[in-house]
Structures are given as C-alpha cells and as structure tokens.
C-alpha cells in the first residue's frame, strides 16, 4: 500500500461520500456545494494522473464557473429550503435498487476480466498543455471549430428562452 | 328410312319447344292455345318415338352424337342421345302417356287463369322434356342432367300453387330428398370416372372397362346408383318425399309421380344392369330394400283416408315390387312392370283427379261414396285399373305382377310369400278405395252432391284410352308357361339380360293360381267390409300407426333434421359468432385493451421514465452479458 | 493502480448519479446529478488514456494518448453549452409556474 | 413490343382513364354515363382479347414487358394466359352488368362512387395480369384500397366497422403474402437486362418458378401466401370478415367483391401459390383441402341459419369458394378445369343473386327472411330469373355451375373419395337454404312488406337476362371456356408434375 | 463537408436576421434560399465527390455518396417543411430568424451525424442536433405544455448524453488501439471483449433514445405532444431519421464484424418499439400524440434496417427517411392548420377541404405502407432487408403483422376525414393558402413518384 493508492482510496472516498451527499441533501445550496466537493476530488485524481490541464480546467469551468452559475440560480429562485413535500419512497427505493443492480451487473462483469491492466501514475506527458495543445489545434481542429456552432446555438438558446417578451 | 334416326334430337326439344312459346308467351297466349302448343309438341314426340321406335323394332340402333359437353384431355362427356331398345320402350311410355295426360289437363286445369294454365303447361312440357334426355342420353352425366332436371320440374309442379306454404314445404321435401339421392348418383359417376374415366354407356359396359373394376368398385358404384335411384324412385329410406308430392295437381300426380319420373331409377338400373349383375351384394340390398319398401307403403296405404295419398303408397309400393323384381335380377320383369304400371297407375291417378274435379277439389274419401251413380266412365275405368294392379288374370298387371312374383319365387320362399303378402295388401287397400268412394252412399255435402257430374271429355278421353291399355298392356309380355311369347324380353335383349327361367311351367301354373285365388278371396273381403262404408271414429293402435305413416316422418325429424338444425344453429350461434368472430374481434379487443394499459407507463413523470429507462438498460446488460 | 479501480470508482459516481436523477424531483438537483455522470464519465476517459499510455499496441498504431483528455475537454465545453441552456429552460419555468418540481407540470402524459 | 397498342395496356389504362373521367365529371349523368360506356369499351376489348389467343401468333398483342425497378429486377410486366383472359373477361362483363342494374340506385357523390368503381377494375384486371411479383403485388393492394373506400363511404349503418375488420385483415394477409414473395424473390436467380446491367434476383413469375427453395422453405412460404389467399377468398376460419363486408357494402360493391374479388384468391392460389411450391408437402395439400371442405360444410350449416338475405349469399359463396379451394389443391385436370370454369361461373350467378337481392331490398326496404313473402305474385318476372339464378346457384345441370362443379367433384373424388362425399353433403344442404329462402321470400302469400311490389325494372331486368342466358350458354355448351384455359391448365400441371 | 460548413454558415447569417430585419416573413426566404443554396452545393459534392471546402479534418468526417444522399434528402425534406409551414414558424413567437438560425444549426449537426467518424465528432453532431432542438421544444415560452416538455426534454436528453459519453469511455477504454475512430475499434472475431459489450450497451442505449426506441422512447409522446407542432413535425422527421442514420453508420462500421452477438438485442428493442409504439397509438385521441406513437412505431420499422444492417438495409433507411419525413411533414403540416387536434377535430375534413383531405389520406397511406406510395415502398426495402440478412424470420413477420395494427389507427384518421360529418370548421380557413396546397400536392406527388419509381433516390448510390 503505497502513498499513491493511499491517495486514490482517500480520494475516492471522499469523490463518492460527497456525491451521496450531494443528492441526499434535502438543501439545493448544500448539493451544489457537495458537488464542488465532488469536482474537487476528480481534480484531485487528475493531478495524480498527471492530468494537469484537464484538472485545472475541472476547477476553473466545472466548480468555479458552472457551479456558481448553479448557485447563482437556485439563489435566485431562493430555493433553499425543502422544496419536494411529498416523497414516493417506493418509487425512491425502486430506483436506488434499479441503479444499484445496474452497478453490481457492470461491476461484476467487468471484474470478470483476469488480466490486469495498469494505470500511469504521476508520470507521462500526455496530459500536459503542451501535448494537448498540439493534438488539439493539429488533429482536433475540425471538432474544436465546429463545437462554435454548439456555442453559438447555446447563446441563442439563452436568448430565445431567457428573454421577457 | 335412317334419316328418322336423325332427327331423333327433336323428339326432347320439341317439348322445350314447347317450354318455350308457353313460358316466354304466358301472357299473350289465351289457354287454349297454350293448352294446344302445350299437348301438340308432346303429340309430335309421340309420332317421332313411334317412328323410331319401328327403325329400333327393325334393329337399327344408333346413337346420335351432338355435341361435345365437355371435352378434356382426360375426360370426355358428348352430349350423346343413345336410341336403343330400352329407351324407344321409355320414349313410347313417356310421350305416349305424357300426351294422353296433357290432354287431360287442359280440362282439368281450366278454372286456372291464363298466366297459370300456361305456367303449368311450360313446367309439364320441360318436365318430359327433362324425362326424355334422362332416358335418351347416351351416358350417365345425360341422364343426370335429365335425372335432376326432373327432380326440378316436380319441385316447381308440386310447388304450382305456391301461395300455400305446405304445398311448398312437400315441393322442397321432394327436392331434398330428391338431391340426398343425386348425391349418390352423382358419387357413382365419380367413382367412375375416376376408374375408367368415362361414362359412356357404349364403352362403360364393354368387357375391357368392367373389368378394371375390383368386385369393391362394383359394389360401390352399385350401391351409390342405387342410393340415387331411392331418392328418384321413392324408396327405403328417401320414400317420404313421395305421399306429400300430391300437393300437386293431380295430373302432375299421374305423370310425374306414377308414370314417368319415379321409375327413373328402375330405368338407370335396368340400363346399368351390366355393372349390377356383376354386384351381388347391392342385389340384395336392392331385393330388401325394394321388398320393404313395398310391404311397408302396402301397409300404409290401407290406412289413409286421402284418395291421392293411397295411389301415392301404392305407387310407392309398387315401385317396391319393381326394385324386387330389379334385385333378383329379373330387369324385363321390372321394365315390364314400368309399362303397365304406368298405364295403370296414371290411370288411376286420373280418375282420382275426375272424383277430385267432381267432388270440388275434396281429397278425403271417407266424404266421399257412391259416385259410381254420377261419374259411370271414370267409376268403371278405376275399376279396372284396380283390377289391373290386384293382379286379375288377363289384365296387364297380372301379367308383370306374375312375373316378378315367379322371380321372387325363383330366388327363395320367403321373398315369394312376403312379395304375394304385399299383392294381397295391394288388392285390398285398392279395392277398399274403390268401394269407399264410387259404392255405397254419398257422404259429402249436399252442396257436393249438387255438383256431382261426370268429367269432360276431354278427362275421360285419356281414362278410355288408358284403361284400354291397361287391359292389353300384358299381352307384350305373356309369359311361356301360358303358351305366349315374351316379346317385351325378345325385344329388350340386346340392352337387358332376361332373368334365366328355371321354374318348370308346373310351378308356374301352381303360383299364378295362388295368387288368383288368393286375390279374389282378398277383393271380396273388401268389398264385404266396405261396401256400405261408414265412417269411422279414430283409428287405434296398429291402425293408428298405420294412419300416421309408421311415423316415419317423425322419426327423419327427430333422427336426421332435428339434430342438423341444432348443429347449424350451434354452428352460427357458437362457433361462428363467438369463436371465430369472437377472436378476430378478440384481437382487435386485445388490442384496444393493451393499448388502455400501456398507455399508464407514460405516466408523465421524469422519474418514472428514467427508472423504467434503467430498468430497461438493466435487462438489455442482463440479457447480453449474462445470457 | 489497475484500471479496474477507476473503473470500479467512475461506475459508482456515475450510477450515484443516476440514481440521483432517479430520486430528486427538483430539476436544478437532476440536472446537477446529470453533471455528476458527465464528470464520471470524464474521470473514466483520463484513466483510459493513462492506461493506453502504457499499451504498446497504442503505441504503435500511432494513436495519441492524448486523444481521451481531448474528449475530456469537449466533453466539458458541451457540458458548459448544455448548462446554459438548460439553466434557461428551468429558469423559464420557474417563472411560469414558481417551482422547479419536474413532477409539477404533468399536462403530457398517457 | 413494337405495337402500338397492347390488350393488357388497354385493359389497365381504359379503367384508370375512366376513373379520371368519373372523378372529373360534374353530374351524376355523366359520372354514370362515362363508367357505363368505358366498361363496355373495356368489355369489347376484352372479348376480342379472346380472338387473339394464339400465343406465339399474337405474343406482342399480349404481352407487355417494361423494365420497372432495374437494381430490384422488378419489370411492369402484364400479360394475358388463357387464365388471364377468363378471369378479365369476367371483370370487363361484371362491371357493366353491376352498372346497368344498379343505374336506379342513387349514390351520393356519384363522381367519386364510379371513378372508385373503375379504379377498383383497373387493379383487378392488373392483379390477373400480372407476371410479376412486384406487379402483382401493387395491383393486389391497389384493388383492395379503392373498395375500401367505396364501402366506408356508400354502405350500411354498420359499414365503417365492417369494412375496416375487412380492409385489416385482408392488409394482414397481403403483408404475409408479401413476406413470401420478398423471401422467394432472394432465392431467385440473377436476371440480366439488355443494357448489360445485372440484378441479383428478380420479380418475374418465371424467375419464381425456378426459385432454389429447401422442402422446408417451400412448407413455411406456402403457409405465408397461403394466408393471404385463403383470407382473400376467403375460406374456414378465415372468412368472417365476409359476411359483415358483404352485408354493410352498397350491393353493387358487393358484387364486385364477391363476383370478381374473392376470384382473386383463387387465382393467387393458382398463379402464384402451386406453381411456385410444387412440392408442397401433401399433409399441407391435405390440411388445405380439409379445411376448404369444413368450409363448405359449415359454412352451408350457417347460411342455413341465417334470416339477412345478404349473410345467407355470403355464406353459401363462403362454401362455393370453398368447394373451388379444394378443387384446386386436387390438382388434377378435371378439377383444376372445373375450378376455370367456375370461377367465371360463379362471378356472373353471384353477381345475379345480388342484383335480385339489392332489388328486393330496394323495393321493400326489408333485408329479413322472415319479413318478406309472396313476391312470386307480386313480382313474377323477378321470381322467374331469380329461381334461375338461384338453381344455377346451386348446380342444377345445364346451368353454368353444374359442368363446373361436375368437374371440380370429380377431380377432388380422385383426390379422395371421402373429401368428396363430405364436399357432396354441401350441395344438399345448399338446396336446402335457397330453397327456403325461395319458399320464404317468393312463395306463399304476400304480406303488408311485398303487397305494393311492382315488378323489375328494364334495365335489372336486362342485367338479369344477360345472366341468365350466360347461365344457359355456358350451361349448355361450356366448351368454349374449357378451349380458353386448357393451355393455362396444362401449363400449370407441367408445372406442378 | 459542404452542408456541415454552410449550414453553419447560414445559421450565423439567420442569426443576423434575426437582429437586424424587423419583417416576420421576410427570414422565411432567406433561409429558403440558403437552404437551396445548400442543397445545390451538395448535391455538386455527391456527383462530384469533391467538398467546395478543403479542411483539415484529419479524417475525422468521411463523405461517400450514400452519407451525402442522405443528408440531400434531409436537406430537401427541410426544404419542403419551410416551404409547407415556413408560416407556422412565423406565428410560434418573435424570434423568428432565431428560429431559422436553430433549425440551420440541426442542419448542421445532421450533416455531421450523417457524416461523421470518430466517437467525438458523432458526440458533437448529436449535441448540435440536441441542444438547439431543447431550445425549439420550449419556444412557445407562455405554453405550459411547451415548457414542460422542453424540461423534460432536456433532462433526459442530458441523461442520455451521460450515458452515450460512458459508452464511448468504455469503446475507448475496451480498443487496443486507444481510437475514436469508429473503423479502427479493434475487437476481434471471438467473443467481444466485457468492455467493449458495455460501452456498445452504453452507446446503444444512448442511440435508442435518440431515436426513441423503447424502452427509452418515454421522452417522445410528451415532447411531441408538447412542442409546438410545427416544430414537432421537424424533430420527428428529419432529426430523428439523423439519428437512425448515426445508428446505423455507427453499429456498422464499429461493431457490423460481430453483429451476431448484438443482434438478439436490436430484435428485442425492435419488437418492444413496434409493440409499445402500434399498441399504445391506437387508444390516443390527440392526433399529434398519435403521430408521435406512430413515429415511434416508425422507428420500430427502422431498427430493421439496424437488425439486418445489409446494402438493402442501407437503401431502405433512405427510401424510409424521404418517406416518413415526407409524408410526416405534410400531415403535421396540415394538422397545423386544423382547429382541433382530436381525431374528431378531423371529421369531415375531405368535405370542407376536399384537397387537404386526399393529401392526408395519402399520408396516412404513405405511414400505413400501402403500395403506390413511398411508404410502401421503404416498408419493402425494411422487410426485405430483414429477410436478406436471414436470422429471426419471426421478427419480419412480427413487423408485418404490428404493421397491420398500425392500419387501425391511421385508417381511424382517414374514416373522419372521409366518413363522418363535421360539427363545426374543421380547419382555419384563413390559413389554408394558394401556396400551401400547391405544396401539398408536390409532396403527393413525391410520395407517389417515390412510390412508383423507387430507384430516383436509390438510384443516386449506384452511380
């Protein structure tokens, strides 16, 4: 047990006991803060992939613009207080065994697999900026160019929806 | 003179002919005319067959080939008119005796109106224009066409007046029982067909073609003919359709239902009496049936009160004896029966139908009574139209009659003495008739007494001549034992195997006697018991049973109708409307019905959808990495 | 580490995320949940290309590594779009009808 | 095909080109006046089809052959076989005759009714054209749907239901049917087009009948064609959809489809069906024979029962269909002729008994058995035609039917005596249900319903009489009908042998 | 290429419109020209082979001529739908060069999905078509039903993404090539590894709701239903059929080596689609949630050409696009115009607008797949398809049959068009114009041609 899955096993941990959190939490403010959590600790196993980029963008766009951009709505619609009354703990129930199965069904599958097949650790310079960049501005040029036209659609989505008329 | 033979296609179609001018012009022809056109066509048949017949007496046979009806590779049926001496005999019978009742009827059915009296004319006309193509034709599907033609003439002559339901009712009968019969005719033809792949009489009865039938194939054949021919000629079991076709008029009775159409079924087994000799078994189912049938309409008809319905049993009856005489093998004696019968029978039949005429339509002879006094032409030939049938020697009847009782003898004891038995009953039963209606005292109404007259001459006509012939009908036919020659069989030869005489002329005499005597002691026991006729209360227990016809029609309803119509209504209530019907529209419910519930799953509700999503992925990963 | 952990621990986020859409009614908390799948799913691709960093076969069919952390990154750009619009569309209804109770509006069903 | 006109273009064309004459015209005159005048065309065309029979004389006058779908192997390509040529002939003669006695009866949207009429006369001539699969199939649905529309629109109160339950499960049937032909259509061989392309399979009957298919294959395909045609007949168990159809259609749609349509199932079974699944295996053939024989049984038994003049005909066509379904499966000469024969036999009397009934109905308004009497003295001429048409109905000798089922009989008492003499048991209780029904109808005295029945008009009276003197002609003298399909029949047992 | 750039392009341009010219039908021409402009441009590309534009796209879209027909045929569909209810689109609500601009925008993700090969560039068309499509379903901001079904929309949609984007992991993770190229997935002739079945479970999860397939079709009926119509009828037509399109490209070229091993459960999803989808339409009494059933019933017909996934396969999916498309356009066109949106809402339709009746008929026709019209014709080329590919006969019958079902409810249309008498308008007169019955009868008569003469689409991919 080296320091390493010491790391993943703290971080997992955490990654998953903030999730739960996060949609048992009767607060939505509380949600959007276990997820911060949550995004936190992905970040967390991106620096120990050696993911750099990638987990700084998670901080930057995931828990600092998006979360806040969820924050800044539910507080705007000052919506933390209890606002599901009425609860079908059946139907809750249901579905916590649906997706639990659904867990235990791929899990058990995949741990079929005998081989073992390990992970980089720390090291490789793929997820470097430098690595990225030139992968994406090189092969990744189409999708990135075209992802405009999602932003663009977005942007009129905001305004067609959003606007008072 | 063969050029006669040619034009032998006239002799049925001028009776279409006929049909024709009466049918189309029924409403421009006055009834005289019609009645006119009507007896004429059958009057230049008459001549034709009498011409033709002198050509066949000379031994010019022909068959005169028309057209092709249908014509396959495989199969091939010609419209064929087969001019021989079996058919001549019948020729003569049907347009002869056909004229005589033609004539007949323009007086009798007089006080119809004119549409109808033309009616009547075209059916009788295309009746004997059926009856000619069935005797004519020279293979079986001919005769079938003819066979069932004529079903179809008495179907619409029994039905003439339409407007009552229970005259219609005996109409159907007649042709459902009729059709039973075809049936089996119809079966045979198959079989035929499909073992020799003709039907051809010409090569049907050669040597080569009976041969590649197994005793089985003959057997059957045989015996589904025979079923045919008990439909037609109003045997065990299809006899019952016979008594109710005297709905008709009465002259449709004489024609029809005495004379011509039912002894159909002795002609096609008299002309098939190749294949028939070689089927032992269907001969004796033939004797049983034959002699059944006639003791058992024998008994019947000492009952009935209704003038019609006991020359319909006697009719039946006698047909009877001729199947008798057609089991033992004896098919002259049958055809010999057939003529004189017909002469007879048709006589008997037009006399009722003068008493009927007199009497101002009443049928019921216990009404009746001393009409000797009023109507002596028609009393007088009724008399001896029953003496022919009893069997007096020296009328015509005696002779046919004898014969087939020397066949009967011929063949065993017991056929003989039940077969005498039933002659015994025959006298009886006609002389009870006799002496109820023509002695004794009038019993009907004054207002029938009133009318009482002696027919027009254009009834007792036809009653002359057929009495005539019924007294001289037997003398074709005298048998050797008393020293005469059998022309009827010298003549039929070449179509019909004469019976093989083997009772020496002792046994001959000793059976005629005992017959005669036996006759006469009967008659004159009738006429001790009827001649001062008075009415009698109801009728009880064997007479009873008797009067109600052995309840055979009872018995055909609750055995055969009364079943078929339950199945048929279990059939159309149940089956088809439930079950079938039920589940096709069971599918379209189903449907509907899936379609009410599904319709729950789309509850509206994001959750609900996702989890029945997952629920759905969970079976899809289930399925594909587990199964 | 083998890769099974990531796998193991991404399959759980990502299914605490369903089951989350599963059981919250309030849209901004389904929609959340959502983001938690996505984020699972983007956790899963960096481990992926980790472990292709070590295949030789990857290597030599002269793939990048870096391709999976590529997808990362769109996927989180398409995620930014969709968060957008979606926020929009529960903001709309929030204003129409003053909850964000997805079982609120329930005029389309059956 | 260097000419300029063909019989088979002329026999599609001539109807569609009506039926847009029909939907154009403005009055119901001239509705009626263009569909009577274009089928009488159409019927002259089609009798003199019949002086051009010779085939390799006259191949380019009766054949046309246009590549249809080039990568399919699909080809437009109609025909007339002596098959073909009957079965035309009875639908050029039955749309003029359903016109002239049904001139009396006024149909709202007469435009539309008669262009409906005649585009139902365009696909029911394609369908027996047809020699192609494809071909055949568009035309099959194409005469399906008009009908369709023709009895929603003009029939009874029931008509919608009806005709829906009929439209369905006849759709069903020809998808089955579809399935069949798409499955042999893959089993066939390549076909090579004169401009050098190649197709991998093809559509053309020819192609079908050299299709390689397993015994297996040819048992599960039968079974699929099979349903469509039986349906189409239709025959036991399949046939309640008829008797609801038949009631609820306006009379002169019934006729059409019960003089020319349920044809089509027949000539399915023989175009398509026994040629192509030869060696169909005989507990098939059997199953298919028993199962028309309870056709005719039960479907006799329950036109026994029945009081509605329209379901009692339904019926007892259930079981004349039924008696020509085993004839066929008898595969022998003589029933496959008499099946020929009766097939034109049974258009031209069902098509008599149903102008007799929709006179009836017409003229008292009463539908009922038991509601009805004595027309025979209100009604003579009526009476007398019908009685004719009533016992060709039922095959009484020298009447069409008689050589026609004389035949199919035998051949099926080949096949087996017992199948016959069950089969047989129909003719007798046929008699009996027309008889009663001429006993209930005509006979006996007339009542409140039929006092103030005046008799036929000219015109039905004309339709009738043309019936009746086929009814006598072909009764009388059916070789020239024999003549017309020998070639087809032989062909076909060529084919079957 | 072509398409994917100028519509693009053209989206931007609409989107100008929509900011700078104040008229409400003047975008309508605009975007009709462009949209024949694009049209024409590749149609140059399909017979040329050649894109206008030269990118470095790193193989990361591949053109051929089948991928090109199809996105013709979508393109021209969409032509026909401005054409036919370009006013509709006029009357959802102010944005109407937005409106446009979105539609260009699915356009373009069409073209994408049409096109693509690589995981992320079908991730990014998917999400092109989607996002714009939420935006559209929640158009009519005041309509409850609107905004309903656009949530709803969304979080499933986003839900479904999740999930496509877990399978495309597991693909990845499960390739030895470590691509997202979808023709360099390497799998092997044996048994597919566990990771590739659950990312190919994953995806094909994902792709089933897309093209809503059940059981993961429950978005359908209620965003159908909640949409504006006009909108409704572009997302059933021409975005779903994008989708299909995908689906297929994507299972062929990944997973066609070893489909035996996957085929068992298209058979399931097919069956379950053509029975929830046939069953469930038949109770509906709203038109528009019946064509929404119906198009799931469709796209039961569909899977076949996923199940079979052969060239007849590949020719059925196109014929089956330009058939429903057409046919779906021009009913929901004519429905836009009725007053209600009840199956009696259409009694007596045929009397009132005689013409507007007999194109509705021959839709239904068309989508019940009667012969003479094109509907029959993609049906045959589906079953035929099906029987090539030679496994699970039961299940082309199966189709046929729920196909016999399918006469039942859009027969029930065509009886009140025809069979039953009206009690009030049927349709806002006003609104029925010169224009829009021209229109419907050019789309007749498309669907007739492509009836009949099936081979003047077919025929382009054999050129």
Not at chain 2, 150 to 161: A, E, P
Not at chain 2, 305 to 312: G, H, P, T
Not at chain 2, 472 to 480: A, F, L, M
Not at chain 4, 465 to 479: H, K, R, W
């Amino acid at each position: 047990m080296n320091i390493t899955t010491l790391v993943f096993i703290l971080l997992s941990v955490l990654a998953v006991g903030s999730a739960i959190m996060m949609i048992t939490s009767k607060s939505p403010v509380n949600s959007v803060l276990w997820l911060i959590v949550v995004f936190f600790t992905i970040s967390g196993h991106y620096i120990l992939l050696n993911a750099q980029f990638l987990a700084i963008v998670n901080i930057i766009v995931y828990a600092g613009a998006i979360m806040v951009l969820f924050l800044f709505v539910v507080m705007l619609m000052n919506l933390n207080k209890e606002t599901e009354p009425v609860k079908n703990y059946r139907l809750q129930l249901i579905g916590i065994v649906a997706g639990g199965a659904l867990l235990l069904l791929i899990i058990s599958a995949i741990m079929k697999i005998d081989a073992q097949q390990l992970v980089q650790m720390k090291v490789g310079d793929e997820g470097l900026i430098k690595s990225l960049g030139m992968n994406l501005f090189k092969n990744y040029v189409l999708p990135f160019e075209i992802s405009s036209v999602l932003f663009l659609s977005a942007i009129i989505g905001a305004v067609v929806i959003g606007k008072k008329d | 003179m063969n050029n006669i033979l040619k034009l032998v296609w006239l002799i049925p179609v001028l009776p279409l002919v006929g049909f024709l001018i009466n049918g189309l012009g029924r409403k421009l022809l006055s009834k005289s005319a019609s009645g006119f056109v009507g007896s004429a066509v059958i009057l230049l048949s008459f001549v034709l067959s009498l011409l033709v017949f002198l050509q066949v007496k000379n031994g010019n046979t022909a068959t005169i080939h028309l057209f092709n009806f249908i014509h396959l590779d495989s199969l091939n049926i010609a419209f064929d008119f087969k001019i021989d001496q079996l058919s001549t005999l019948f020729l003569l019978i049907i347009t002869g005796v056909g004229f005589l009742i033609h004539v007949y009827s323009t007086a009798y059915m007089h006080d119809e109106d004119g549409k109808d009296f033309a009616k009547y004319f075209a059916y009788l006309n295309l009746f004997v224009f059926s009856m000619l193509l069935l005797v004519m034709g020279g293979n079986y599907v001919i005769m079938f066409i003819g066979w069932e033609g004529v079903g179809l003439c008495s179907y619409l002559l029994i039905g003439y007046w339409f407007r009552n339901t229970d005259y219609t009712d005996a109409a159907k009968k007649a042709f459902v029982m009729n059709r039973i019969g075809d049936l089996g005719f119809l079966l045979a033809l198959f079989w035929l067909i499909s073992k020799i792949g003709t039907v051809q009489y010409d090569e049907v009865f050669t040597i080569a073609n009976l041969a590649k039938l197994s005793p089985t194939d003959l057997t059957g054949i045989t015996l589904l003919m025979f079923v045919g021919a008990t439909g037609k000629s109003a045997q065990i079991p299809l006899f019952t359709w016979l008594p109710d076709a005297m709905a008709g008029p009465t002259p449709v009775s004489a024609l029809i239902h005495a004379a011509t159409m039912v002894t159909a079924g002795i002609y096609m087994i008299a002309r098939s009496n190749a294949l028939f000799s070689l089927a032992p078994q269907t001969q004796t189912i033939i004797t049983i049936v034959g002699l059944a049938t006639a003791l058992l309409a024998a008994s019947i008809a000492i009952k009935q009160n209704d003038i019609k319905k006991v020359l319909a049993y006697s009719t039946v009856s006698q047909l009877g004896f001729m199947f008798l005489a057609l089991g033992t093998g004896n098919y002259v004696a049958a055809v010999f029966h057939v003529l004189t019968h017909a002469f007879f029978k048709a006589l008997m039949f037009l006399g009722s139908g003068s008493v009927i005429h007199a009497m101002g339509g009443e049928q019921d002879i216990r009404k009746m009574g001393g009409l000797h006094k009023h109507m002596k032409i028609t009393s007088i030939t009724f008399l001896i139209g029953c003496l022919a049938i009893a069997g007096i020697p020296g009328l015509s009847g005696f002779f046919s009659k004898d014969e087939i009782l020397a066949g009967a003898f011929g063949h065993s004891v017991l056929l003989y003495s039940i077969a005498l038995f039933t002659a015994l009953l025959t006298a009886f039963y006609m002389f009870r008739l006799y002496f109820i209606t023509f002695r004794g005292e009038f019993r009907g109404t004054l207002d029938q007494k009133h009318h009482l007259h002696e027919s027009p001459k254009a009834m007792t006509f036809p009653l002359i001549i057929l009495a005539i012939l019924s007294v001289i009908g037997g003398y074709i036919g005298v048998p050797e034992a008393l020293g005469g020659y059998h022309e009827l069989a010298a003549y039929l030869s070449p179509v019909v195997k004469s019976a093989e005489h083997h009772l020496t002329h002792g046994t001959e005499y000793m059976l005629m006697g005992l017959s005669t005597i036996l006759v006469l002691a009967t008659i004159l026991f009738a006429w001790i018991k009827f001649k001062n006729y008075k009415i009698e209360g109801e009728e009880k227990g064997l007479g009873k049973f008797l009067q109600n016809k052995w309840y055979v029609d009872e018995l055909y309803q609750t055995l055969v109708v009364n079943p078929f119509k339950s199945v048929s209504a279990f059939f159309n209530h149940t089956i088809e409307s439930k079950v079938i019907d039920g589940s096709v529209n069971g599918i379209g419910k189903l449907v509907n019905y899936s379609s009410r519930q599904l319709r729950w799953l789309q509850s509206g509700q994001v959750g609900a959808y996702v989890l029945l999503m997952v629920i759905g992925m969970l079976l899809l990963f289930f399925i594909q990495l587990f199964l | 580490m083998d890769i099974k952990a990531y796998i193991a621990l991404s399959l759980t986020l990502f299914t605490i995320g369903i089951i989350g859409v599963l059981v919250r009614r309030n849209a901004i908390i389904i929609f959340m949940c959502v983001e938690l799948m996505l984020n699972a799913v983007n956790l899963l691709l960096v481990g992926f290309s980790k472990m292709h960093a070590l295949s030789p076969i990857a290597k030599a069919s002269l793939t990048y590594a870096s391709d999976a952390q590529i997808f990362v990154f769109f996927i989180m750009v398409v995620a930014a779009a969709e968060v957008s619009v979606g926020l929009a569309i529960i903001v709309m209804m929030y204003r129409n009808v003053h909850t964000v109770d997805v079982n609120f509006l329930n005029r389309l069903k059956n | 095909m260097g000419n300029y006109f063909t019989f088979p273009d002329l026999l599609i064309w001539l109807p569609l080109l009506a039926a847009v004459f029909c939907f154009i015209a403005k009055t119901e005159k001239n509705a009626k006046t263009t569909a009577m005048l274009f089928s009488l065309v159409i019927l002259a065309v089609s009798v003199s089809t019949l002086f051009f029979a010779n085939d390799t004389k006259y191949i380019n006058y009766n054949y046309v052959n246009y590549v249809w779908l080039k990568y399919l192997g699909a080809n437009y390509f109609i025909g007339l076989d002596g098959l073909g040529r009957l079965l035309t002939l009875l639908s050029a003669l039955g749309f003029p005759l359903i016109f002239l006695a049904t001139s009396k009866s006024n149909f709202k949207n007469p435009a539309k009714f008669y262009g409906l009429m005649m585009l139902t006369q365009a696909g029911l001539m394609g369908v027996f054209m047809a020699f192609d699969a494809l071909t055949f199939y568009f035309f099959w649905e194409l005469a399906l749907i008009p009908v369709y529309f023709l009895s929603s629109q003009w029939g009874g109160e029931k008509r919608i239901q009806a005709t829906f339950k009929f439209f369905v499960y006849t759709f069903a049937g020809s998808l089955l049917m579809l399935i069949g032909i798409i499955y042999v259509y893959l089993h066939t061989d390549a076909r090579v087009f004169g401009d050098g392309t190649i197709s991998a399979h093809s559509f053309s009957l020819s192609s079908f009948y050299s299709a390689s298919l397993s015994p297996d294959e040819q048992n599960g395909l039968f079974v699929l064609f099979f349903l469509a045609f039986a349906i189409k007949m239709p025959i036991f168990p399949f046939h309640t959809w008829q008797p609801e159809a038949y009631d609820q259609s306006p009379t002169a749609v019934t006729m059409v489809l019960s003089g020319i349509m349920v044809k089509m199932g027949l000539f399915g079974v023989i175009r398509w069906l026994i040629p192509i699944f030869p060696a169909v295996s005989p507990e098939l053939k059997n199953g298919v024979i028993f199962l028309s024989v309870i056709s005719i049984v039960y479907a006799s038994c329950v036109a026994m029962m029945q009081d509605n003049i329209k379901r009692l005909v339904a019926y007892s066509s259930i079981a004349h269909i039924g008696l020509m379904c085993a004839a066929i499966f008898a595969m022998d000469q003589i029933s496959i002729q008499g099946v020929m024969l009766q097939m034109f036999n049974h258009g031209i009397n069902i098509i008599g008994m149903w102008i007799v009934v929709d006179i009836i109905e017409r003229k008292t308004g009463a539908k009922k058995i038991s509601q009805l009497s004595g027309l025979a003295a209100s009604a003579p001429v009526l009476t007398i035609l019908f009685l004719i048409i009533a016992f060709a109905n039922i095959a009484l000798p020298l009447t069409n039917a008689f050589t026609g089922e004389f035949l199919m009989f035998s051949g099926l008492y080949n096949y087996n005596k017992w199948m016959a003499a069950i089969a047989g048991i129909g003719i007798i209780i046929s008699a009996v249900y027309t008889l009663n029904m001429v006993q209930k109808v005509f006979y006996g005295s007339v009542n409140a319903v039929t006092k103030e029945v005046n008799d036929v008009s000219l015109n039905e009276k004309m339709a009738l009489i043309i019936i009746v003197c086929l009814i006598f002609f072909i009764g009388i003298y059916p070789q020239p009908l024999i003549d017309l399909t020998k070639d087809a029949v032989n062909n076909l047992l060529l084919r079957i042998k | 290429m072509n398409a994917i750039i100028l519509s693009a392009v053209w989206g931007v341009v609409m989107m100008f419109c929509g900011v700078f010219i104040k008229s409400k039908s003047l975008p309508k021409y605009i975007a009709v020209a462009g949209l024949s402009i694009i049209i024409i441009v590749n149609i140059i590309e399909l017979i040329s082979g050649n894109s206008c534009f030269h990118f470095q796209t790193n193989d990361m879209i591949r053109t051929n001529s089948f991928n090109l027909l199809f996105i013709t045929i979508a393109l021209g569909c969409t032509l026909i739908y401005f054409l036919l209810s370009g006013s509709e689109i006029e009357k959802v609500g102010p944005h109407v060069g937005e409106y446009f601009a979105l539609i260009f925008f699915v356009l373009c993700g069409v073209a994408i999905a049409a096109t693509f090969n690589t995981l992320l560039m079908l991730f990014i068309g998917i999400e092109i078509i989607s996002i714009p499509l939420y935006i559209l379903t929640g158009s009519d901001k005041r309509n409850l039903k609107s905004n309903e079904a656009a949530l709803k929309y969304f979080l499933m949609g986003a839900f479904s993404t999740g999930i496509l984007l877990m399978g495309i992991a597991f693909i990845y993770g499960g390739n030895p090539n470590a691509s997202f190229y979808i023709d360099k997935i390497q799998i092997g002739m044996g048994e597919m590894p566990v990771m590739i079945a659950v990312g190919l479970l994953f995806i094909l999860v994902a792709m089933s709701f897309k093209v809503s397939a059940a059981p993961f079709h429950f978005w359908t009926p209620d965003v159908y239903d909640g949409a504006p119509t006009v909108f409704t009828s572009f997302m059933s037509t021409i975005v779903k059929v994008a989708g299909f399109f995908a689906f297929i490209r994507l299972f062929e070229y990944s997973f066609g080596v070893i489909q035996d091993q996957w085929q068992r459960l298209i058979v399931v999803i097919t069956i379950a689609t053509l029975l929830i989808g046939n069953i469930t339409a038949v109770f509906q009494q709203s038109v528009k949630r019946m064509m929404a059933y119906s198009s799931i019933a469709q796209a039961g017909f569909m899977l076949l050409a996923l199940f079979a996934l052969n060239d007849k396969a590949k020719e059925g999916i196109l014929l089956y696009s330009a058939a429903y498309s057409l046919a779906t356009i021009g009913f929901f066109g004519i429905l836009t115009k009725m007053e209600d949106y009840t199956i009696d809402g259409f009694n007596g339709l045929a009397k009132e607008q005689p013409l507007l009746g007999f194109a509705a008929t021959i839709f239904l026709l068309s989508l019940t797949g009667i012969p003479l019209t094109a509907g029959f014709q993609s049906k045959f080329f589906m079953l035929m398809a099906a029987v090539q590919n030679g496994h699970q006969f039961w299940l082309v019958i199966a189709a046929v049959l729920f196909a016999a079902i399918s006469a039942y409810y859009y027969f029930r249309v065509i009886q009140a068009i025809y069979f039953k008498e009206a009690t009030q308008p049927v349709t806002q007169a006003n609104s029925v114009t010169t224009p829009f019955k021209i229109m419907l009868v050019v789309i007749v008569a498309l669907i007739l041609i492509i009836g009949i003469y099936p081979e003047i689409i077919i025929g382009w991919m054999y050129r």
